[in-house]
């Protein structure tokens, strides 16, 4: 006997699926084509490839790294292995009357990456700089192996940079007597490795924590600045910061308007003495937070007159950003960073393939289902 017309309309033809099972089928595909856009995002993804340039620095800071190890070993200083398991002499002490802060020995550690240069100049092309024109950069004492790394990008780029560097160093930085960032600096210039150098210095954070526990620092640092020749610039840390301030602008732009500034660290005249310096953000900064207060920092002045600005600052996150390792154990060649990018491609493909095969398993249950209802859904012939 042939089915009721009610019953041959209820039904569903053989090919559709129920309403709930076509929904849980769009969301799967929807969802393997989302999984598809982030497996390509994340494969095209690539902060940064070093082109000639960042090569060429990178090369140069690896020599300088070296060139500045045997310094030191020339002066008999001896390297901690414990500290410095790269042996490079970029580490420092824990304490000094040279040391100004606090410091991470991680974040030492990190920034003895030659491929720092490489970003730094990647950062200035970036920035729209060309050979010849002027840059302002301002060094501590804190992070030498980065201001190793800024005056590599500008020897490389042909740039004429006024330089403004602060004997003081936090915690494993440059904070060695008789081996301050200006004496490495001096030591480059003698080999012949850097051309460029500190045309003003200031003791820094020395004169905020008074010389030190045993008050040398004073000395320690004025006989730093006077050994490497430069112009000694007096400065009276917070106290007398924004007529410091003003000095040091003065100071960099005497010979025209800088084109982009460059900031190594943590100094309180480059971040001021505002809350809104916690919000800069690291590497080429996109935007800088608004604040009229007159103790606003360098940095904030230079990008209120629109020159680009580069922060090296919270080394370790900067790292992780452009794929670079943490606290290596061994000063790092290059090849890494291209190994690392690879495994991330594999990883990546690893996932794709994952998710295609659970939404392809899931496709098929859902067609079975599908199957299986519409079979039990047929109206039954009566015999």
């Known amino acids: ?25 769009l969301l799967l595909i929807l969802a393997l084509v989302l999984v598809c856009l982030t497996c390509l995002l994340l494969l095209l993804r690539d902060p940064w490839r070093p082109d000639e340039d960042a090569r060429r620095a990178s090369t140069l800071m690896r020599q300088g790294m070296a060139a500045v190890g045997e310094l030191r070993e020339e002066l008999g200083i001896p390297v901690d292995t414990a500290l410095d398991p790269a042996r490079t002499g970029l580490i420092g002490t824990d304490y000094s009357d040279l040391t100004t802060s606090v410091g991470s020995l991680s974040a030492k550690q990190t920034s003895l990456n030659p491929d720092f240069a490489g970003l730094v100049t990647f950062w200035l092309k970036q920035a729209g700089v060309h050979r010849g024109d002027t840059v302002a950069v301002c060094l501590t004492g804190s992070f030498p192996a980065l201001n190793l790394a800024a005056l590599c990008a500008c020897e490389t780029l042909g740039l004429n ?8 160093a936090s915690n494993y930085g440059a904070n ?57 610039v007096p400065e009276n840390g917070v106290k007398g910061l924004e007529a410091d301030m003003k000095r040091r602008m003065d100071l960099y732009f005497q010979k025209g ?16 003495w505002v809350s809104e310096a916690a919000l800069l953000d ?22 209120e007159k629109g020159i680009p600005v580069i922060h090296l600052i919270n080394i370790e996150r900067l790292a992780a950003r452009y794929g670079l390792p943490e606290a290596p154990s061994s000063v790092p060649d290059g090849k890494d960073r291209e190994e690392r990018r690879l495994l991330r491609i594999a990883g990546t493909l690893l996932l794709f393939a994952a998710w295609w095969l659970l939404s392809a398993c899931a496709l098929v249950s859902l067609s079975e289902k599908g199957t299986s209802r519409r079979q039990q859904q047929r109206p039954q012939k009566r015999t």
């Open 282 to 303: 690291n590497g080429l900064l996109a935007r800088v937070p608004s604040t009229q207060s007159p103790l606003r920092g360098i940095i904030f002045r230079m990008y």
């Open 257 to 272: 308007r800088p084109k982009a500034f460059i900031n190594v660290g943590g100094g309180v005249t480059s971040l001021g």
């Open 161 to 168: 940079p006024v330089i403004f560097s602060s004997v003081g």
């Open 1 to 25: 006997m042939r089915p009721s017309l009610f019953l041959q309309m209820a039904a569903p033809p053989p090919h559709v699926l129920p309403p709930s099972l076509r929904k849980t089928r």
């Open 176 to 232: 060695i007597p008789g081996f301050t960032w200006l004496d490495m600096e001096r030591g480059l210039k003698k080999r012949g490795l850097l051309h460029v150098q500190t045309r003003f210095a200031s003791l820094g954070g020395i004169m905020d924590n008074e010389g030190g526990l045993d008050g040398t620092g004073y000395a320690l640092g004025e006989e730093a600045i006077r050994r490497h020749g430069a112009t000694s």
